[in-house]
């Protein structure tokens, strides 16, 4: 699993709505690695998002420890690698590319008894050229600044 300071926080726009987007930097150069053939994203529905359609704190924790969680389960042995997570209208995506598409599967949809905080789909799809995180690599805006940062989790 990554380190906080791993990642790039940056604000982005999806059809006139704000969100942030947490990037993996260690993939940024390194191109789609082989192997890691699928993209999964998995949909977490935020219970009572803000009008701008990130979380309230209050629910900023528990959106916090399900990401915690499912990167734990998915990404050990390295069979998944989290690259993203993008915040905003009212979702959150957790998206990683993986080895075992239909073991990931498995074990997500096992989970469900424990992860229950928030409702949540699964998305599987072959991506070997990791075009989604390669979009984000090419068209983010600048960083936000350190002190503007107010969650790990955005």
């Known amino acids: 699993m990554l380190r906080p300071d791993d990642w790039i926080l940056c604000s982005w726009e999806r ?4 969100m942030y987007v947490r990037m993996a930097n260690a993939y940024r150069d390194m191109g789609n690695l082989p192997g890691y053939l699928y993209r999964v994203i998995v949909t ?3 219970r009572e998002p803000r009008p701008s359609g990130f979380p309230s704190d209050a629910e900023d924790d528990d959106l916090e420890a399900f990401e915690f969680n499912v990167c734990g389960l998915l990404e050990a042995e390295n069979k998944s690698l989290c690259v993203l997570v993008v915040t905003g209208q009212g979702l959150r995506d957790i998206i990683f590319y993986t080895k075992e598409p239909e073991a990931v599967r498995k074990k997500v949809e096992d989970a469900r008894i424990v992860l229950t905080s928030h409702k949540f789909e699964i998305d599987i799809e072959l991506e070997p050229d990791w075009r989604v995180y390669n979009f984000f690599c090419e068209k983010l805006s600048t960083p936000i600044p350190p002190e503007t940062k107010t969650s790990a989790s955005a």
């Open 15 to 18: 059809d006139g709505c704000p």
């Open 44 to 46: 977490v529905h935020l």
